[in-house]
Every structure is written in structure tokens, then in C-alpha cells.
């Protein structure tokens, strides 16, 4: 499948991650993570890994799209709660906010 990432057009396969992740350990996860196998990994390190990039070319939404497109399980950050759209939209819009 093709996936864009950091403007670089990649073809990836799951086949393809699954064994370029092969034999690498699991960083710390302190944001998005990806599971593989049965090992869970953050998405930043499955990017630079698979892409062959420094980690700051590259946004966390942009593996996470590519991912799951792949039919891989992706989790949010630790302690991060689901945005509430109302909300968000309210405050973007510069209206009332929704607290209460």
C-alpha cells in the first residue's frame, strides 16, 4: 500500500513492517503506540525504523494513519483523553465553552 510520510512516497506491506520491526526492542511509551506481533512499540520508533528517517521528519499522526491502513492496532498516548468535538469546535470558534 502506498503511504505518504513526511512527503516521501513509501510502499509498505504489514509482511514488511512485521519484519523490519523483527528482532528490535520496544522503546518506553510516553505517546501513540502500535501493536505488532505481540509486542506493542511506539510509533515514532516503528516510523524511523521502517522509513529509514530521523523522527522529526515525521508527526506521530502520519505512522499512526499508515498503521492502521495497514490493519495494525494503534492506542493513544498514555493518560490522553478522547477530545471532546463539541468542545473543540466551540473553542475554536470562539463561542461559549461547554464546561459545566
Do not use: H
Not at 1 to 27: H, K, Q, W, Y
Amino acid at each position: 500500500m502506498r503511504c505518504i510520510i513526511a512527503n516521501f512516497a513509501f510502499d509498505l506491506t504489514a509482511r514488511e513492517v512485521t519484519e523490519a520491526m523483527t528482532g528490535v526492542s520496544p522503546e518506553p511509551i510516553t505517546g501513540p503506540s502500535v501493536r505488532i506481533g505481540r509486542r506493542t512499540y511506539p510509533v515514532k520508533q516503528v516510523g524511523a525504523v521502517v522509513t529509514r528517517q530521523d523522527r522529526r521528519d515525521f508527526t506521530a499522526g502520519e505512522i499512526t494513519r499508515a498503521m492502521t491502513r495497514l490493519g495494525f492496532t494503534c492506542f493513544p498516548a498514555p493518560g490522553a483523553t478522547p477530545a471532546d468535538p463539541v468542545k473543540n469546535a466551540s473553542g475554536l470558534l470562539g463561542g461559549p465553552s461547554q464546561e459545566g
